[in-house]
């Protein structure tokens, strides 16, 4: 997205400027965006000036302070035009629906202080996974920095930062620190909101892959949690989430949500009656081929690729939440064909499309891949009966995660119906309507 954050960068302009009034949007001066950027290996001009593809143009704050020095520190290479791109491995991820505040009511731990003003007490839970031993810190009121590519979180008060707990690797982990209190009663109301100015975040969780234990080539990952606090009518609080980071080989990434690949089946949910309710996989437009293309900046994913071709020159609003949209962008998942005697492996990655002109479903595959559905690259493929048809099973898949070379369902981490999309990087090909 522009020079600022484009993979493409050959060197980043030293300037001296203070780390919390840079790379903030809107710009004091001047404007955010160039007039082109970079995505799966190709130019693309900006059509809309100021416009963010990914989301809204204030999710670009919790990027970074500065831009990161692409020579120094992006490890990677960019494909061969014929070659798919690889998705990022993700070892350790918070969910973040799972986050919340736990209060003390008891009166041996929730003492009344000396001034006679009583208290409120506080804790941390939430549920995460991990591929590799991670170490967990929470930090409460913190800044942010970059040292060599890894986030670091500073507080003005030691007592506002928690002790770092070790967990081994796993799923559905629960992470409780009894022993670490937040005390909203010395808290001001405007520390409960993040404050873009001076770039203070009310609560941040880090989850750092213990480079202890594992190899080098897992080395310089970790997941942040952005969350602020809510004060209620009847003086209670609670959490809420505000962005997550992934770092991955030293490079930050922000997580998005992308709306339409969740598994339905799997929410704890009451059927719904509403005929317009979305339950099915299928392209909204053609009711028949798969969805594979997500419409930006709104991130529905509801279109097949020839619908969405269809789209860009009959209208220019999501189908679902009627909003402009500027780009589209197919994710196409292949994977290796098995040899003739080797068993079917499962290692998904995303095709990177080349050509505008053909739409047909077995164009611009790599050689020696074939597609698969996304629902199965996130999810895994199952065993499927001979008697039993193909697709009732997209609804039956019990999670929906990111799979990156890893085995199938059997281990659903980094639950990640989001797209990985970085300050750094934007790794696949977006169709504009323009």
């Known amino acids: 997205m522009g020079s600022l954050l484009s993979r493409r960068i050959a060197g980043v302009e030293d300037i001296d400027i203070q780390a919390n009034s840079a790379y903030r949007y809107p710009p004091k001066s001047g404007n955010y965006f160039a007039s082109h950027f970079f995505m799966g290996g190709e130019k693309f001009d900006t059509p809309h000036p100021e416009g963010y593809l990914f989301g809204e143009n204030m999710d670009l704050n919790f990027l970074g302070n500065r831009p990161v020095q692409a020579s120094s520190y992006f490890p990677y290479v960019t494909p061969a035009p014929h070659e798919p791109v690889k998705t990022l491995r993700s070892l350790v991820n918070i969910r973040k629906d799972s986050l919340r505040l ?119 990952h970790a997941h942040v949690l952005l969350a602020a606090f809510e004060k209620h009518v009847d003086g209670s609080f609670s959490v809420k989430p505000l962005k997550q980071k992934q770092i991955v080989d030293r490079v930050s990434y922000l997580l998005q949500e992308i709306y339409g690949i969740e598994n339905k089946n799997n929410q704890e949910t009451k059927p719904s009656d509403d005929e317009n309710s979305d339950n099915s996989n299928e392209c909204v437009v053609c009711l028949s081929d798969l969805r594979d293309t997500l419409i930006l900046p709104c991130r529905h994913l509801c279109l097949c690729n020839s619908c969405a071709d269809t789209l860009r020159y009959q209208a220019n609003n999501c189908p679902i ?13 292949v994977r290796k064909k098995p040899g003739a005697l080797s068993p079917v492996s499962f290692s998904p990655v995303l095709a990177q499309s080349v050509d505008h002109d053909e739409h047909s479903s077995s164009d611009n595959i790599p050689p020696g891949y074939e597609p698969i559905s996304l629902l199965e690259a996130l999810n895994g493929l199952r065993s499927v009966s001979p008697t039993i048809p193909s697709a009732p099973l997209y609804d039956e898949i019990g999670y929906s995660g990111v799979v990156d070379g890893m085995p199938p369902a059997s281990r659903p981490l980094v639950g990640m119906d989001r797209a990985l999309e970085g300050g750094h990087q934007k790794g696949k090909r977006s169709k504009s309507p323009d």
Not at 153 to 161: E, G, I
Request: hydrophobic share 40%; glycine share 6%; aromatic share 12%.
């Open 102 to 220: 736990v209060r003390y009511k008891d009166d041996v731990d929730s003492p009344t202080e000396e001034n006679g003003k009583q208290k409120v007490l506080y804790s941390l839970e939430f549920t995460f996974d991990a591929d590799a031993r991670v170490a967990i810190t929470i930090y409460c009121q913190a800044t942010e920095e970059f040292v060599g590519g890894m986030a670091v979180y500073s507080t003005k008060n030691p007592s506002l930062q928690s002790e770092t707990v070790h967990y081994k690797r796993g799923v559905s982990q629960q992470f409780s620190l009894p022993s670490f209190k937040i005390d909203f009663s010395e808290w001001k109301d405007d520390e409960l909101n993040f404050d873009l100015d001076r770039g203070v975040f009310p609560v941040v969780i880090r989850a750092v892959v213990d480079e202890g234990d594992v190899v080098v080539e897992v080395t310089g």
């Open 321 to 333: 939440c009627r909003l402009p949209f500027r780009a589209l962008l197919q994710i196409r998942a």
